[in-house]
C-alpha cells in the first residue's frame, strides 16, 4: 500500500488486559512515530525510533506503555495491564530520511476502549 | 518546551466566504510548522508546511499559510470556502534542530455553512 497502515482498526479490552497495536510505515521511511490522541485533543507525542533505534521515549505515560521496531519497519506499540484512562485513538506517523523538516505521514490509527 | 496554541475550538463560514484558523506558537530556535487536516474515522492529512523561506506557503486544496514570526503565528487561510473543506483542523510546530517529534495544539473545527 501507497500509506502508513495500522491493525486492528478498532480494539476493546478489558481492565488489566494486555494490548498490541501495529504499524506498517511507509516502505523505505526511516523515522516512525507513535502519538496518542484522547478524544477532544490534538495528538500527544509517545516515543520514536530512527530505524531500529529508539531516539525518544519520553512521552510514554508509564512503564506499562513499550515500543518496538525490531527490525527497523513494522513497529509495535505494546500497553500492559491496559486502565480507563489508556482509551484512547493511537497513531502512528512515519517520515522518510535525507531532511529533517519531512513532513510526518500518519495511518489511521486504532482506536483503544478499555472496559 | 514547545506549544501550540490554537485559540477557537470551533470556526463556522458561509461557503465561498474566505476563512482563516489562527495558530500561534513557542519554540526554542528557529520553527518548523505544519498544518494538518483530519476528517472522522481517518489519520491525519498533511496540508502544508513552513521551513524557511517566503512567510506564505502554499499547500493542497487550495490552503496556504502565513508565517509571522514577530507575533509567532502561523495562520491557514483559504480565498473562498468550500463546504467540503469542514474539518478538524491541527497546527504543529517542531524545533529545526535535535528531536524530530511534533507538537500539535487542540485542533479547530472548521464548519462550511452552505
Known amino acids: 500500500g501507497a500509506g502508513v497502515s495500522q491493525s486492528p482498526r478498532y480494539k476493546v479490552a478489558k481492565r488489566g488486559q494486555d494490548v498490541a497495536l501495529r504499524c506498517d510505515p511507509i516502505s523505505g521511511h526511516v523515522s516512525l512515530f507513535w502519538y496518542q490522541q484522547a478524544l477532544g485533543q490534538g495528538p500527544e507525542f509517545l516515543t520514536y525510533?530512527?530505524?531500529?533505534?529508539?531516539?525518544?521515549k519520553s512521552g510514554l505515560p508509564s512503564d506499562r506503555f513499550f515500543a518496538e521496531r525490531p527490525e527497523g519497519s513494522v513497529s509495535t506499540l505494546k500497553i500492559q495491564r491496559t486502565q480507563q484512562e489508556d482509551s484512547a485513538v493511537y497513531l502512528c506517523?512515519?517520515?522518510?530520511?535525507?531532511?529533517?523538516?519531512?513532513?510526518?505521514?500518519f495511518g489511521p490509527g486504532t482506536r483503544l476502549t478499555v472496559l | 518546551a514547545q506549544s501550540v496554541a490554537q485559540p477557537e475550538d470551533q470556526v463556522n463560514v458561509a461557503e465561498g466566504n474566505p476563512l482563516t484558523v489562527k495558530c500561534t506558537y513557542s519554540v526554542s530556535g528557529n520553527p518548523y510548522l505544519f498544518w494538518y487536516v483530519q476528517y472522522p474515522n481517518r489519520g491525519l492529512q498533511f496540508l502544508l508546511k513552513y521551513i524557511t523561506g517566503d512567510n506564505l506557503v502554499k499547500g493542497s486544496y487550495g490552503f496556504e499559510a502565513e508565517f509571522n514570526k514577530s507575533q509567532t503565528s502561523f495562520h491557514l487561510k483559504k480565498p473562498s470556502a468550500l463546504v467540503s473543506d469542514s474539518a478538524l483542523y491541527f497546527c504543529a510546530v517542531r524545533a529545526s534542530f535535535g528531536n524530530e517529534k511534533l507538537t500539535f495544539g487542540t485542533g479547530t473545527r472548521l464548519t462550511i455553512i452552505p
Open positions: 506517523a512515519s517520515s522518510r530520511l535525507g531532511s529533517s523538516y519531512n513532513e510526518q505521514f
Open positions: 525510533f530512527q530505524n531500529e533505534a529508539q531516539l525518544d
